[in-house]
């Protein structure tokens, strides 16, 4: 079985590589910027870091936007971070269109973010480790208890159009979406490949998921 990260010179790949051979060492992962190879892979997994308007010109100057889209609507798809984002219609951020495969738009957190009960000031970027809080059943948190613990980087977080998208929620300030899913696509603001054993079978699952 073939995975292909895909790799559009956003973020560091290695991290999420590293994390697939260790829990799929029998599966052929690679991390990959040629359309064909990812047109060619069983399962595709959409990573990245950094700014969406970098990440979608850089997508569009690679030419992967077609094989993305392509593996978004016929194969196994796990996006992650920035790769969760960019598979809305708008962001806020430079005010740029994403992909389109789910309504909704990407925001900033608001300003100045409070934690009410402590009544102290969070930082943005959202950094760290927080509790994600499962919204319904889906094979990709088999194994892993709700409220578990993973690990993010972001400012801006995703606004499904449709509520029944949702598969996580997180609070930082307030609650905001941090997993959808729908059909053969899974998408996460944290990082699995830094979420110690949550995020080591959250990758598992989805190597052995079959939607």
Avoid at 25 to 50: L, M, N, Y
Avoid at 97 to 116: E, I, K, M, N, T
Avoid at 181 to 196: L, M, Y
Wanted: aromatic letters at 10%; glycine letters at 8%; hydrophobic letters at 45%.
């Amino acid at each position: 079985m073939r995975i292909a990260v895909i790799d559009y010179g956003m973020g560091n790949l290695r991290s999420v590589l590293q994390a697939l051979r260790k829990v799929a060492p029998e599966k052929d992962a690679r991390v990959t910027s040629d359309p064909a190879e990812v047109a060619a892979a069983e399962r595709v997994v959409f990573p990245g870091q950094g700014a969406m308007p970098d990440c979608m010109a850089e997508l569009e100057r690679r030419r992967l936007k077609a094989a993305v889209l392509q593996a978004a609507a016929e194969k196994p798809f796990l996006g992650i971070c920035i790769g969760l984002q960019m598979l809305f219609e708008q962001s806020e951020e430079g005010n740029v269109a994403g992909l389109g495969v789910f309504s909704g738009q990407v925001r900033r957190f608001v300003h100045p973010l409070v934690d009410a009960a402590r009544q102290e000031t969070l930082k943005v970027p959202h950094m760290g480790w927080n509790r994600v809080w499962r919204q319904g059943q889906h094979p990709l948190w088999a194994g892993i208890e709700d409220g578990a613990r993973f690990y993010f980087v972001h400012s801006y977080c995703v606004f499904p159009a449709a509520t029944a998208l949702v598969a996580g929620r997180c609070e930082y300030g307030s609650s905001f979406t941090s997993a959808v899913g729908r059909a053969n696509i899974f998408a996460v603001q944290f990082h699995p490949e830094k979420s110690a054993s949550d995020g080591l079978r959250l990758l598992k699952n989805f190597v052995s998921w079959q939607p």
